[in-house]
Nanobody, 123 residues
Framework: EVQLVESGGGLVQAGGSLRLSCAASGFTVDDYAIGWFRQAPGKEREGVSCISSSDGSTYYADSVKGRFTISSDNAKNTVYLQMNSLKPEDTAVYYC????????????????WGQGTQVTVSS
């Protein structure tokens, strides 16, 4: 059974950092593209970043470029999202997902989703 479990969310002040984890089971992360998405209240889910563990290629949305870093640990079958210089507008539920389209952060290109973890950035 394919499963993705996010962790690491929480409450942080603006300018602070968090590291989210996405632990995968039922498949290996280097066989898929793994993406991070977020959804704020009243807004659509948006793509944040993705990684292809097979070749290490990464992609970031403009809103997080230079502040967020995605990485993977194939031995742990886990993908991380390091979030620095957090802003109140980064507040959202963050989801990880697995898909087959490398370099895409379109939600339609992802087949398997985690349950999400809440990130709240206070001003």
């Amino acid at each position: 059974e394919v499963q993705l479990v996010e962790s690491g969310g929480g409450l942080v002040q603006a300018g602070g950092s968090l590291r989210l984890s996405c632990a995968a089971s039922g498949f290996t992360v280097d066989d898929y593209a793994i993406g991070w998405f977020r959804q704020a209240p009243g807004k659509e889910r948006e793509g944040v970043s993705c990684i292809s563990s097979s070749d290490g290629s990464t992609y970031y949305a403009d809103s997080v470029k230079g502040r967020f870093t995605i990485s993977s640990d194939n031995a742990k079958n886990t993908v991380y999202l390091q979030m620095n210089s957090l802003k109140p507008e980064d507040t959202a539920v963050y989801y990880c997902a697995a898909g087959l389209f490398v370099g895409s952060i379109a939600t339609m290109d992802y087949d398997y989703w985690g349950q999400g973890t809440q990130v709240t950035v206070s001003s």
